[in-house]
């Protein structure tokens, strides 16, 4: 399917392709046509895009700001070292499951693109280590929000730069990062306020420690958080935590975050603090599950 909008007042263009076959030749041929194009998705079912294809639209499309090249399994570092020189602009890129791009094209990429705000790079085993995010935290201040989900070279020294280098992160998944421990979220507690949701599922290097430490932030930052916002303290902070699988993690700790953080959830429906498969957190519950079952218990019961 292909997608195109333009309009005389209009110099945004947005252009899809979900093609079965020939995505590579059709890419070629209509990039020369759409310059001022600034939204790119080209999620693929199956690999068709190759390196030639991305090196075209880096030649002619200089205004493109988002890019989706998702299970694009054929591209070499070619293509970041194309998408380095040709999108000064960019402030999203989508490379998650490109297995083949190293950290060195990925180090470079950062280097001209200090613009990138969103960054997902999951499944991107051979680029995102800690010399690629070392290079993040160095060259992307503005950055947001990273996905670095079953990165298994990711590693504390990694986050830690990320964390110095880019204070404004408001998401971020290391769903699978089995190598960081409690010192990464420390460094993201202490760095970067902002942080809104955070993914830690399967990382069982993760203790109380780390719990602790987002606790004692919040606290911390609480009397200049509370001036400055003028009442919408409880807008701030933790607004969705993943610690699925992270079994060295006591009741306490999370309790004690809970209470901290009141936009994370336990109760049904409102899931934002996940916890599957840690069983000995299941005395855990967020304040509003806590009033929910003292009301409940407070309604007295029909004699028989």
């Not at 310059?35 to 080209?42: A, E, G, P, S």
Request: net charge neutral; hydrophobic share 40%.
């Amino acid at each position: 399917m292909l997608f195109a909008r333009d309009s005389p007042i209009c110099v945004s263009l947005v252009l899809f392709f979900r093609c079965k076959n020939n995505m590579n030749n059709l890419v070629l041929s209509l990039a020369p046509k759409f310059t001022k194009l600034q939204t790119l998705v080209l999620r693929q079912d199956k690999p068709q895009l190759e390196d030639n294809a991305v090196e075209t639209i880096a030649s002619y499309c200089h205004d493109l700001q988002d890019l989706d090249l998702s299970k694009s399994f054929k591209l070499s570092d070619l293509s970041l070292y194309a998408l380095a020189h040709g999108f000064p602009n960019l402030t999203k890129l989508n490379i998650s499951g490109c297995t083949a791009f190293s950290d060195v094209s990925l180090e470079y990429l950062t280097e001209f693109c200090r613009k990138l705000k969103i960054l997902n790079l999951c499944g991107c085993v051979n680029g995102a280590t800690d010399r690629a995010l070392q290079a993040i935290g160095r060259n992307c201040s503005q950055l947001q929000s990273l996905n670095l989900g079953w990165c298994e070279n990711v590693s504390d020294v990694g986050v830690m730069s990320l964390a110095y280098g880019c204070p404004d992160i408001r998401t971020l998944d290391l769903c699978g990062c089995v190598c960081i421990t409690d010192d990464s979220v420390i460094a993201l507690a202490n760095r970067c306020p902002h942080l809104r949701s955070l993914c830690l599922y399967y990382c069982r290097n993760i203790t109380d420690r780390a719990m602790y430490s987002l606790v004692h932030n919040r606290v911390k930052n609480k009397p200049a958080m509370w001036e400055s916002m003028k009442g919408r303290y409880d807008e701030e902070g933790l607004k969705s935590l993943n610690i699925s699988q992270c079994t060295a993690i006591t009741p306490p700790a999370v309790q004690a975050l809970c209470d901290s953080f009141p936009a994370l959830h336990t109760c049904s429906g409102r899931h934002s603090l996940v916890m599957s498969g840690c069983w000995n957190l299941t005395s855990v519950h967020c304040a509003c599950a806590v009033q929910a079952h003292h009301t409940a218990s407070s309604i007295p019961h029909p004699a028989h």
